[in-house]
């Protein structure tokens, strides 16, 4: 049933694009294709007047037009991707920021920190006024404020990463544009119930990992900003329930009868990704039947739900793409972030005199930890692995019986997510273990933490590294306040600095991913080239030279 398997009808632009999109592909070919470009156009005129014109191309038998009559086309009608974005200064840039990293004292470094700093006027955009008069004609979402966007093709603001954005405007001393990507993030909440994956209407049939209460729980702690907290509550109680609900929702029965309530992701849509619909046709091929691939979109949909697409942790089998089964999986991330939601709904509730609505969110927390502990916890391997749900996952059924065999026992560096998370890292045993079982798990390398161990070639696996991992896993070991954990957590941070740097200086670029088998060297795979640019990576940086800071004397070449 439509309650069973949800779908979120798109938008008629949104379908006419996906049209275009595969009229291009057709036209120019594979390679250097990027399907995302298509959606991300708006219309010069009316939808009904451009599709009318677009139906009048001629075309050859397989579907294409020429070069020459495609781009006439999309010359007459159509505006450029990223048009509808106009390029603006954060009010509160300023070239060097008073009190800006105190503890880093190296003029190397803190001359490259000023670079990476001014990489903010880059990213900042603001909605045109065009999308507000006639959104019809627009994929992009009329965000009220500016906004921050990670780079390069990734032209609007995604929802995870704008977590690790904030940390770096904050380590920025720009606390104005950090709440206005808040207040943004809050508007979609109103209007859809969650945030979206990003601010696109091809978007909006998911969401991203939530990390809006740790946003606001940042900006909070250096701010003091109540009125943001009051403002920002009703939003946070919203976004729990659209995780604890529905498909979101799963319960697990352990031996002892306790029912255990966890989350997973479940994207509202069973069809290509419009943002990469050339891509997911092309890897569903295969499939004959039309309910297993109607399911394969699903899967595709949510594991970009889980910002980790793709990776072979998804994967039945990790040599067979279209083994994808993320429904199937309880992740221990997600559920990291959730209970992390609910103690900073907890802790921020209370900051404003909300105490009934802060112990309701206690005990919530108290009941996912127990959860986590039952569920995730692997005590042999000392890490946090996620749960496969067993074939029948698909269906509708609510209670899952605990299986202890079900626990997936590769090694991804999500395994270690859960010690970012106060209420594990305040646990001096249970850190000590991770610690141990982190540094035999192959997971750490020449220049920072690997994804997975397995080189599949998709990007969300070995040999890439991503700044939001490294950024959890060091300040959980930080958060512990064990002295070798924190030695720990500043030799990843250095290794992570060094190899941005040099990446850097070779490329005058900050990069969405890098390979951490070598210092300097860039990440790739997956289903787009590298992109540059970029929020979260700065963000991190940022993050964590305010943290760790850096001598006169370090080095900050690749060693
Ligand atoms: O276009 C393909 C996919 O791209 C996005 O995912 C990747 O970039 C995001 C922005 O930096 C990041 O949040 C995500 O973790 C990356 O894997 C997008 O989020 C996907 O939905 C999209 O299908």
Redesign the pocket.
């Known amino acids: 049933s439509s309650q069973c398997s949800p779908v979120k009808p798109t938008t008629p632009l949104v379908t006419f694009l996906d049209r275009l999109q595969e009229t291009a592909f057709k036209t120019y070919g594979n390679s250097d294709f990027d399907p995302?470009l298509y959606v991300d156009l708006s219309l010069k005129f009316n939808l009904s007047d451009t599709e009318e014109a677009f139906k009048k191309l001629p075309r050859s038998e397989n579907g294409s037009v020429s070069v020459e009559i495609l781009e006439g086309f999309m010359g007459e009608y159509m505006r450029g991707a990223g048009e509808d974005l106009v390029e603006v200064v954060p009010e509160d840039y300023v070239p060097e920021p008073t009190g800006f990293l105190p503890k880093v004292e190296s003029p190397e470094v803190r001359a490259w920190a000023l670079e990476v700093h001014s990489l903010w006027k880059n990213l900042s955009r603001k909605v045109s006024n065009g999308v507000r008069d006639r959104p019809d004609l627009h994929t992009l979402l009329p965000l009220p404020n500016p906004v921050v966007i990670?780079g390069s093709?990734?032209r609007e603001v995604?929802?995870?990463?704008s977590y690790w954005v904030i940390r770096g405007l904050l380590a920025s001393k720009m606390h104005e544009t950090a709440k206005a990507i808040v207040a943004n993030l809050i508007s979609l909440i109103d209007e859809y119930g969650y945030v979206l994956?990003?601010a696109r209407a091809y978007?909006s049939n998911?969401s991203?990992p939530p990390l809006l209460s740790s946003m606001i729980y940042e900006i909070y702690k250096r701010t003091g900003d109540k009125e943001m907290v009051r403002k920002s509550l009703p939003a946070l109680l919203k976004e729990h329930q659209f995780w604890n609900s529905g498909k979101h929702k799963m319960t697990i029965q352990d031996d002892q009868a306790c029912n255990h309530t966890l989350s997973r992701y479940y994207a509202m849509w069973d069809k290509p990704?419009p943002?990469?619909s050339t891509n997911d046709k092309e890897s569903a091929s295969k499939i004959l039947d039309a309910s297993e691939k109607q399911q394969f979109y699903r899967e595709l949909a949510s594991t970009?739900?889980s910002?980790?697409?793709f990776s072979t942790r998804w994967m039945r089998n990790s040599s067979d793409f279209t083994t994808l089964a993320t429904t199937s999986i309880l992740p221990v991330d997600l559920n990291a972030f959730i209970l992390k939601m609910e103690l900073d709904i907890a802790s921020l509730a209370k900051v404003i005199g909300e105490n009934t609505i802060s112990e309701r969110f206690v005990e919530a927390s108290q009941g996912r930890k127990k959860a986590m502990d039952s569920v995730f916890w692997n005590a042999k391997m000392g890490q946090w692995v996620d749960y496969w749900l067993g074939d029948n996952s698909t269906s509708c059924k609510e209670v899952h019986k605990l299986e202890a065999s079900n626990q997936n026992e590769n090694v991804f560096a999500s395994n270690f997510v859960p010690l970012w998370i106060e209420l594990f890292n305040s646990d001096a045993s249970v850190v000590e273990k991770v610690m141990e079982s982190f540094q035999s798990s192959g997971l750490l390398c020449s220049a920072g933490i690997a994804t997975s161990l397995t080189n599949s070639g998709q990007?969300?696996d070995f040999p890439n590294g991503?700044a939001p991992i490294q950024h959890m896993i060091v300040e959980g070991l930080v958060r512990s306040g064990l002295k070798e954990a924190r030695l720990m957590a500043e030799d990843i941070a250095m290794r992570w600095i060094r190899t941005n740097y040099a990446a850097y200086k070779n490329t005058s670029t900050m990069l969405?991913k890098y390979d951490v088998e070598e210092c300097g060297k860039i990440g790739g795979g997956?289903?787009?080239i590298p992109?540059t640019g970029?929020?979260?990576t700065n963000g991190v940086v940022l993050a964590f030279l305010e943290e760790f800071g850096w001598t006169k004397d370090q080095k900050l070449d690749c060693q």
Do not use: M, V
């Not at 995604?158 to 990463?161: I, L, N, R, S, V």
């Open positions: 995302k990670p093709r990734f995604y929802y995870w990463d994956n990003g978007y998911r991203q990704r943002e990469s970009a739900e910002g980790w697409d990007q969300w991503w969405e997956g289903e787009y992109q970029f929020g979260w």
